[in-house]
């Protein structure tokens, strides 16, 4: 307990760029950090859109996949703030504009969404999109199925411990991960579920 607080308490001390270089090499703690410091500002932003809520759910788990997906390229780490609220601006843009473009859907079909957020049939959707995600991963090479599944966990192992359950040199678990979630995207690009929103 005393060593689990050290460290939180040492993490809590960094600065954003350092965080996100920690992160960006699979420091869970430095996630949670980045989650703890900037959850309010993913939220604020796509709450600013009036969304469903399973739309605002999907904005905001995409802004995070899109942070651990260019942890490495961000120019500007100390400000993951702007860059984090405008990705979440840009997921939920996405989102209004395939709704509008979402063929035989009229008003009243809008509205009895609406109604359908909160309760059992709101859980099948959840569902239903894990599931779909789990497919797409599956298409994937055996040894990035493998990596992602480790790392997308509450808790997941430090790259040591990756390296030896995934067979992934060391020093290749970060562009691993890199190019599996690039192949993801895109997966989900061509299946439509997240299709960019053009200028």
């Known amino acids: 307990m005393i060593i689990r607080y050290a460290v939180a308490s040492s993490v809590a001390s960094l600065g954003v760029a350092e965080l996100v270089r920690r992160a960006g090499d699979g420091d869970r703690a430095a996630w949670k950090e ?6 309010g500002t993913v939220i604020r932003t796509v709450r600013s859109f009036r969304l469903q809520d399973a739309d605002a759910h999907d904005a905001m788990q995409m802004t995070w996949l899109r942070l651990a997906e260019n942890c490495h390229q961000i120019q500007f780490p100390e400000y993951l703030g702007g860059w984090l609220a405008t990705v979440a601006s840009r997921e939920c843009l996405r989102i ?16 009895n969404v609406a109604d359908l ?3 059992p049939e709101q859980h099948a959707v959840n569902r239903a999109a894990a599931q779909t995600l ?6 994937l090479a055996p040894r990035k199925q ?3 599944r480790a790392l997308f966990v509450d808790e997941p192992p430090r790259y040591a411990e990756l390296s030896r359950i995934t067979g992934i040199p060391l020093g290749s678990i970060g562009p691993t991960r890199a190019r599996a979630l690039r192949q993801l995207r895109q997966r989900i690009d ?4 997240g299709q960019a929103v053009g200028p």
């Open 34 to 39: 980045i989650m703890r410091r900037f959850r």
């Open 96 to 111: 209004v504009h395939e709704s509008k473009h979402t063929p035989n859907r009229d008003s009243t079909e809008v509205e």
């Open 117 to 119: 957020a909160v309760g």
């Open 134 to 139: 789990r497919d797409l991963v599956a298409e």
């Open 146 to 148: 493998n990596l992602l």
């Open 190 to 193: 061509d299946d439509q579920l």
